[in-house]
């Protein structure tokens, strides 16, 4: 900050004929000067959705715990005030490498990245070292409020999240996501079987699981979350659980993976889908802590279960719902339900409560979870 002005280093470029600007901004100027639209401020005056404070705490841990490893995209802010940009030469490629000059009294408005901006806050408190480093933040010259809002709708139409899977696949920080693709890459009913990049599997795939399906159950198995360590033991405890269920259900026996297209088997059974996998994660969970030394035995009655999806009696209001497959919680804990009853395992009161539920509330436990996401 220089006077009454902040000054950054800056790029200068063109698009639909305005200028805009790609600066560095040291991140401890960044809570004081890039500000977004508070929660009492109606949709149609707002240039931006609400921020979802629930998601902060994860983004901050991320920058905390990782002080020499994390990365950040650039935020996108307008400027509503008058800007001076000097070039280092007139000519040349310098003629778009300078300096920004901006008013402090100039109203900044994000367009895009206000989860990161409320992060850093917040890892600022925590670790005030981190404001001398910088983030890159494009700079729209604002042309008022109609024009913050078609930003953000522009800048929000085209962008496409990436899968859980690819984000499994390419995560070498999360102990959990390392141990999902040991087991992906391993267990004899997953290897070459499993979907690494999408979270969905299309007819026509010859894949039969997910990797996100297989990190979510592994999960449930272990009783871990992203964030928690995992020993070699426990990791060898993942690999030997999916190993064994590969010697077990004897759809998932290699032999007649092969002899079957993958379309039918997930047609025809539940035990490929994620939800079916979570299920088994957590009877497994509870089969290993209640049989520590014979669990592997113990699966045995696992062999003779009626997978079929035609098995409306035992799948329905469980696996699925309305003859198709749900992830809702309820659905994952009453087919886990069902397939501790099947292993001899007594339920928990949650799961005893969950097995009184009429088929009426089951559907709108679902939909609400749905209507949350």
């Not at 408190?125 to 809002?149: H, T, Y």
């Not at 999960?219 to 405890?237: F, M, V």
Request: charged content about 25%; proline content about 5%.
């Amino acid at each position: 900050m220089d006077g009454f002005n902040y000054t950054f280093p800056a790029l200068r470029g063109v698009q639909a004929g305005r200028e805009y600007f790609v600066a560095m901004c040291p991140l401890r100027l960044v809570p004081r000067m890039l500000s977004f639209d508070g929660q009492e401020v109606p949709p149609e005056l707002r240039a931006q959705r609400v921020l979802n404070r629930g998601r902060i705490p994860a983004i901050t841990r991320y920058i905390v715990e990782n002080p020499h490893d994390y990365v950040f995209s650039a935020i996108t802010a307008s400027i509503d005030g008058e800007v001076e940009f000097t070039p280092y030469d007139e000519k040349g490629v310098q003629r778009n490498l300078g300096q920004l000059t901006v008013p402090v009294a100039a109203r900044f408005v994000l367009n895009d990245g206000q989860h990161r901006r409320a992060a850093i806050e917040e890892a600022l408190k925590e670790n005030p070292d981190l404001g001398d480093e910088s983030i890159a933040v494009v700079f729209f010259i604002d042309a008022g409020l109609r024009r913050s809002q078609q930003l953000f709708a522009d800048l929000n139409t085209h962008a496409v999240r990436a899968s859980a899977s690819i984000g499994i696949l390419y995560d070498f920080r999360t102990p959990l996501a390392r141990v999902a693709r040991q087991v992906a890459s391993l267990v004899p009913a997953f290897k070459g079987r499993t979907e690494m990049e999408r979270s969905t599997i299309s007819n026509r795939s010859l894949k039969l699981f997910t990797l996100s399906g297989i990190y979510y159950a592994s999960g449930a198995l272990l009783r871990k979350t992203a964030h928690d360590e995992i020993s070699s033991e426990e990791e060898q405890l993942a690999l030997d659980f999916w190993s064994a269920l590969s010697r077990t259900i004897p759809q998932w026996d290699t032999r007649v993976i092969e002899a079957t297209a993958s379309f039918e088997l997930r047609r025809d059974f539940i035990h490929t889908h994620s939800v079916t996998l979570h299920a088994l994660g957590m009877a497994g969970a509870d089969l290993i802590a209640t049989h520590p030394r014979d669990w592997q035995a113990r699966l045995a009655p696992l062999a003779a279960l009626d997978w079929r999806r035609a098995n409306l009696t035992l799948w329905e209001g469980r696996a699925m719902l309305g003859r198709q497959m749900s992830k809702a919680r309820t659905n994952i804990v009453r087919t886990a339900s069902a397939l501790k009853q099947a292993l001899g395992l007594p339920l928990s009161p949650e799961e005893e409560r969950l097995e009184l539920l009429t088929p009426e509330q089951i559907a709108a436990d679902a939909q609400l979870e749905e209507a949350e996401l």
